[in-house]
Structures are given as C-alpha cells and as structure tokens.
C-alpha cells in the first residue's frame, strides 16, 4: 500500500549532522509536495520544511533556517532532509508527509496531509 518511509535518524552532540531520508512506496512522490514536521517531547507538530512539487520553491521555519536543507530526488521517490550545526532544540521526532493540494507556505498537520511517515527520532545532546 501507499506509505512513506523515513530514515537516517540517531543521536547527535551539538554542532553535528544528520540527513533524513523519506522514501515513497506505492505511489509517485512527484505529484506531491513534500515536507517534514518535527514533534518534541510534551509539544504539538511542527512544520520544518517543505519543498514543492516543482522543486521551485522551498520553505522552512525560521529556527532552522540556514542549518537545513531540503531536496528530493523525483527519479528514486526520494526526499532528503540535512541538518547541520543540530541544536539540542532539534530534538524529537521528525515525520515526513505528503501533500497533493498547492502550496504558498509551510502546511500545518493537519487533515489535508495525504500521507504521513511513521516518525524518525532524532536527538541531540552532549
């Protein structure tokens, strides 16, 4: 069935890196904006960045604008997340998701997703 995958999570010092993988199964992530959300401990979802369909327009939140990157890779159904220069405030869960509708910003987590990751935990400690 349709799903989406996420991977590359683990634990970090402050200053490290880690890429996050989403990979698509069951149907073309090309036809769908793509973006991560991130949950930490004792708080809601929070959108982290997006980019869309066209690669044309990439957004992310201010507090990891600068240390994160967004890209995908439509041939392999693939979306990519670098972080750089983590900060312990990085720490939680991170879901891929999966939008058909047309974005102008960042979406929240809500019902117009199409599809949602399983989570992947990331934490960042000395």
């Known amino acids: 069935q349709a799903q989406l995958v996420e991977s590359g999570g683990g634990a970090v010092q402050p200053g490290g890196s880690l890429r996050l993988s989403c990979a698509a199964f069951?149907?073309?992530?090309?036809?769908?904006?793509i973006g991560w959300f991130r949950q930490a401990p004792g708080k809601g979802r929070e959108a982290v960045s997006w980019i869309d369909r066209s690669e044309t327009n990439t957004y992310y939140a201010d507090s990891v604008q600068g240390r994160f990157t967004i890209s995908r890779d439509n041939a392999r159904n693939l979306v990519y997340l670098q972080m750089n220069n983590l900060k312990p405030e990085d720490t939680g869960v991170y879901f891929c998701?999966?939008?058909?509708?047309?974005?102008?910003?960042?979406?929240?987590?809500?019902?117009?997703?199409?599809?949602w990751g399983q989570g992947t935990r990331v934490t960042v400690s000395s």
């Open positions: 998701a999966a939008l058909s509708l047309s974005i102008a910003s960042m979406p929240t987590p809500g019902p117009k997703i199409d599809y």
């Open positions: 069951g149907f073309t992530l090309d036809d769908y904006n």
